[in-house]
Nanobody
Framework: VQLQASGGGLVQAGGSLRLSCAAS????????MGWYRQAPGKQRELVAS????????????ADSVKGRFTISRVNTWNTVDLHLQMNSLKPEDTAVYYC???????????WGQGTLVTVSS
């Protein structure tokens, strides 16, 4: 599985950004997908996750982003597109954002390259 993230950038506080992550390869093995972020000097943290369609497409969010961020995924025959709509952005949302997929085939989890989100005050 290969993950390609995009959509980061510089935005003013209160603005919006939409991150995307395109998964290709053995996508049939993908179950849960998620977005993580890592701010300078901090540990990587889970921002939002979404289960597979067959598992109900359930979503979960970090408390700090509930009501502001929305995760979604779209499955096609050969790709899975993961999105993170981020609204009402705050300076504390500044971080490198990573997409992750968890699946049923070795190595059982895959990471995309990070995309930098910078929110100015």
């Amino acid at each position: 599985v290969q993950l390609q993230a995009s959509g980061g950038g510089l935005v003013q506080a209160g603005g919006s950004l939409r991150l995307s992550c395109a998964a290709s390869g053995s996508i049939s093995s993908i179950n849960t997908m998620g977005w993580y972020r890592q701010a300078p000097g901090k540990q990587r943290e889970l921002v939002a996750s979404i289960t597979s369609v067959t598992s109900g497409g359930s979503t979960d969010y970090a408390d700090s982003v509930k009501g502001r961020f929305t995760i979604s995924r779209v499955n096609t025959w050969n790709t899975v597109d993961l999105h993170l709509q981020m609204n009402s952005l705050k300076p504390e949302d500044t971080a490198v954002y990573y997409c992750k997929a968890v699946g049923s085939a070795w190595p059982y989890n895959w990471w995309g390259q990070g995309t930098l989100v910078t929110v100015s005050s």
